[in-house]
């Protein structure tokens, strides 16, 4: 099939393909030189398709693990039988040692006054085929209020781990003040399987069809999509007054003064690490420092790095989003990026682009 044809005959498959099937033969199908599936294609589709394609993937996923357990469950009934089985330790025992295999539902039972960490424990070393399980929150110091589907205890709760989860108090996460967007903590004092949980966090959400009220600039969400953040525009909207800053050195004009009398920058990388600052000369190879670090030479500044003239000023630019980017968290992203995926297929997030799935996650804007 032509591209042409493709385009030709978009509008008549989305109409008539808009179930769970023909996302799921996508996943399946592999591609071949002479045949390519509709979906490999994603930019013919509006956002709204495929959104609807995205979420008939997980309700499809969510399906075949509730029907596996509760085959496994009938089957498991049967067989320990209180005639097959009589002694009833034993039908305990082995009812008990399977209850992963047999539960219907992933349920997290979480106390409002130790939400976030009762979500660690809850999900916690969980096998995938529970995850993939539809979710149910009891939430309430005796787990009486019970939350599914699209429930209000479900947004209770996730609201309520988020908040908590990117305070920055925590040390996991930064807050900038003019934006309120969240981003990780340069070399945070925290355990990277924190990362990977409140990655996980996020993971369920969305794969429950639930949005969360965090905000992240549309840095995270490239870098999710393994597309590299390097322009100036892909950090406007998470560091607006540093995107004007880096843009005022790319356009001056050196007619009205050179560019290291007027700024007097040197090639370095500099942020605040929870109330102290860490530099770094860039564009040599470097290990951001961690606050693990027991190595003191690991934390200190650079004394004799290179002033940011006209000729090197694009470079430094680069070099510095990357770093802020990529360099400075990347322990923190790596881990976050782990459990991001632990619910979600990696082949269907990529239906989309950076803007579609800030929404899928976030809920910003109307997806058309």
């Known amino acids: 099939m032509h591209l042409g044809d493709i385009h030709f005959q ?17 996943l399946r199908f592999k ?40 085959a496994k469950k009938a089957f498991i009934k049967v067989t320990t039988d209180k005639h097959l089985i009589t002694d009833s330790r034993v039908r305990e025992t082995l009812q008990e040692r399977l209850a992963i295999s047999t539960s219907d539902f992933l349920v997290l039972k979480i106390r409002r006054t130790h939400v976030l960490q009762d979500a660690f424990d809850s999900i916690w070393r969980r096998e995938e085929r529970e995850l993939m399980r539809p979710l149910k929150i009891r939430l309430g110091e005796d787990h009486g209020e019970m939350g599914q589907d699209n429930g209000g205890v479900q947004q209770e709760f996730f609201g309520l781990v988020m908040a908590e989860a990117l305070n920055p108090d925590n040390g996991t996460f930064t807050q900038d003040v003019k934006t309120k967007m969240s981003w990780f903590q340069p070399g945070s004092p925290e355990p990277l399987w924190k990362f990977e949980l409140i990655g996980m966090i996020v993971s369920l959400a969305v794969y429950n069809g639930l949005t969360l009220p965090v905000t992240f600039p549309k840095a995270l969400y490239r870098k999710l999509l ?6 100036l525009h892909h950090i406007a909207d998470g ?7 880096l843009n005022t050195i790319i356009e001056w004009d050196e007619s009205d003064g050179s560019i290291e009398d007027v700024f007097s920058l ?3 990388f500099s942020v605040d690490q929870l109330g102290q600052p860490i530099s770094r000369e860039m564009g040599i190879p470097s290990r951001w420092p961690q606050s693990s670090d027991s190595d003191s030479n690991s ?18 630019v680069s070099d510095y989003i990357r770093w802020l980017t990529d360099i400075s968290i990347q322990p923190q992203f790596e881990a ?22 800030q929404s899928i996650v976030e809920g910003v804007q109307e997806i058309e």
């Not at 599936?37 to 398709?49: E, G, Q, S, W």
């Not at 560091?239 to 800053?245: A, I, Q, V």
């Not at 976050?336 to 799935?357: E, H, M, N, P, V």
Request: net charge negative; glycine share 2%.
């Open 239 to 245: 560091w607006p007054d540093l995107e004007k800053g």
């Open 31 to 70: 591609p071949n030189k002479k045949t390519s599936h509709l979906l490999d294609f994603p930019h013919l589709f509006t956002p709204a398709v495929l959104v609807s394609y995205f979420r008939a993937i997980n309700y499809s996923r969510m399906n075949d693990a509730y029907e596996t357990a509760r």
């Open 266 to 268: 040197t090639y370095e």
């Open 10 to 26: 978009t509008e008549f498959f989305a109409e008539r393909l808009d179930s769970v099937e023909m996302p799921i033969q996508w």
């Open 336 to 357: 976050f990026k782990t459990g991001f995926f632990a619910c979600l297929d990696r082949r269907a997030i990529r239906l989309f682009d950076s803007d579609t799935l």
């Open 226 to 231: 393994d597309e590299e953040v390097l322009e």
């Open 299 to 316: 934390v200190s500044n650079p004394t004799d790095a290179p002033s940011v003239t006209n000729k090197n000023r694009n470079s430094y």
